[in-house]
């Protein structure tokens, strides 16, 4: 690797952390929503979980792989390459430096809105699941900004900061004119932290320490004090929220400390990874497609369907990126105006419709739409009464898409049956990256269907298979076997 052409970290390493440790300005200083909904996405390489902010961040392909050819191929900490390259991304500037990743991530954070989330959730889980793998430190450290910030920080206040906090051990380093110098207004945090992470391992700036506090932290104002007459002193410590803020990475928190694969499926108990995948089905048969399943449905169904709220809230994200529907109590009817859309729309890259009440009919009306929509990428169809039929109908569905790269079905009624219909439509899908398929009913007899599609299908990065009816012997210790067996053949 070509490492003389990158930029040195002494060059811009104090303007890039200055930028970090100073932004307390933009904190909210008010009740979010939690953060939450990114942890059940998969762990995916570095370069593939920023995909999907490609369109929103300049250079961000770029710069993930740059991150990743200066991160050592076995970290520090524990941690995988693309996890260590995940938290080196961060800490690196752009040009203008709010255009960086860490500001533009933070802005999200800080949102109300957590629909500005979403397209940072495969990056999220990335970046997070690093995080919680580094030691947690309990130490005082620091943080400032060049303005009067005492008025909104009263003693005895709880508040919480919704974005990463960097901070730094030193004053001295916070005093110093390369960070907030010693004259001018000032505001400077004492923070008795409880868990912060210590980076500079994997920081673009190794020689700054820098000490990140996880976003959503809660802290009390203990104390205040005006040494100066525009220097402000503010003492404040960590405290345990009342309710959980931000979703942990890992169930029960627990971190996995295995390596990210290129494929990988996740059942509930731990993660297979194998380097290649596709598909084949040997176990349950596919159902039909709804095409004749559907000819029970009733004339009434054909006449035009109007639902006047659905149709304003269309209007109003017709031109988004991130089209959220979920928890609207949508019908199978409803999914002809969604369907509508789709085959115009141009604009939506994801669409959440999760916890509906969209059934096998409705997944048609998507399904169809979907087969010649270039532009949707992440669609979120989890809890919503799709059983096999419907499920055949996605298979379908994917055969023909050419730019869905993350499905989502967990959640509903898919048996082996279902399962093995998405098998044959996976088998000629070049651009399906992962398919969410948790909580469903899928068996031992899927198992084979399964490991064949790992094994043949050489796009489809993650299987998430969680929480369905495997049995003890049946786990991923069988799927893990049969994929063995068909890479050395």
């Known amino acids: 690797m070509a490492s003389a052409n990158y930029p040195k970290a002494s060059s811009g390493g104090h303007a890039a952390v200055n930028q970090r440790v100073s932004d307390i300005k933009n904190e909210p200083i008010t009740m979010l929503s939690p953060i939450e909904g990114y942890e059940s996405n998969p762990i995916l390489p570095l370069e593939i979980s920023v995909e999907s902010l490609e369109t929103m961040i300049s250079n961000i392909a770029r710069n993930a792989w740059i991150a990743k050819e200066r991160t050592a191929e076995k970290p520090s900490n524990d941690l995988t390459q693309e996890e260590s390259a995940a938290i080196h991304l961060y800490t690196m500037e752009w040009k203008p430096a709010d255009n960086s990743l860490y500001a533009l991530l933070n802005a999200a954070l800080r949102a109300e809105d957590r629909d500005r989330l979403v397209p940072y959730f495969f990056y999220l889980k990335l970046f997070l699941s690093a995080l919680w793998k580094l030691p947690s430190v309990k130490k005082t450290v620091w943080r400032g900004v060049k303005a009067d910030l005492s008025e909104q920080y009263s003693v005895g206040k709880a508040f919480v900061w919704w974005g990463f906090s960097s901070c730094t051990e030193s004053l001295n380093v916070l005093e110093s004119e390369k960070f907030l110098g010693k004259t001018g207004v000032r505001t400077l945090f004492n923070i008795e932290c409880e868990a912060g992470k210590?980076?500079?391992?994997h920081s673009y700036f190794k020689d700054e320490s820098e000490i990140l506090l996880l976003p959503a932290t809660q802290f009390q104002v203990l104390g205040k004090i005006n040494p100066a007459p525009d220097l402000h002193i503010i003492h404040i410590r960590e405290t345990k929220p009342r309710y959980v803020l931000l979703q942990p990475p890992f169930p029960n928190d627990s971190p996995s400390t295995g390596p990210v694969a290129t494929n990988i499926i996740q059942t509930g108990e731990k993660a297979s990874h194998s380097s290649t995948p596709q598909l084949a089905t040997k176990s349950s048969k596919p159902v039909q497609s709804l095409t004749s399943s559907l000819k029970h449905i009733s004339p009434a169904d054909n006449k035009p369907y109007e639902n006047q709220k659905l149709e304003e809230r269309i209007r109003q994200k017709a031109k988004l990126d991130f089209a959220e529907f979920r928890e609207r109590h949508l019908t199978d009817?409803?999914?002809r105006l969604i369907a509508d859309e789709l085959t115009r729309n141009t604009h939506w890259k994801t669409l959440s419709l999760a916890e509906n009440d969209i059934g096998n009919v409705g997944a048609s009306?998507?399904?169809?739409a979907l087969k010649n929509n270039t532009t949707l990428i992440n669609f979120y169809l989890d809890n919503n009464r799709i059983s096999d039929i419907g499920a055949t109908e996605?298979?379908?569905?994917?055969?023909?898409?050419t730019t869905l790269w993350s499905l989502y079905l967990s959640n509903n009624e898919i048996t082996d049956s279902g399962m093995a219909s998405l098998a044959v439509g996976l088998k000629s899908n070049s651009t399906l990256r992962h398919?969410?398929?948790g909580k469903n009913k899928i068996t031992d007899k899927s198992i084979e269907a399964i490991a064949d599609l790992l094994i043949q299908n050489k796009t489809l990065f993650s299987v998430n298979l969680a929480g369905n009816a495997f049995s003890e012997?049946?786990?991923?210790q069988n799927i893990e076997k049969h994929i063995i067996a068909k890479i050395r053949l």
């Open 333 to 335: 009817h409803d999914m």
């Open 435 to 437: 398919i969410s398929l």
């Open 394 to 401: 996605l298979a379908a569905m994917l055969q023909q898409n």
């Open 198 to 201: 210590e980076i500079h391992q």
């Open 473 to 476: 012997a049946g786990k991923i």
């Open 365 to 368: 009306h998507l399904a169809h």
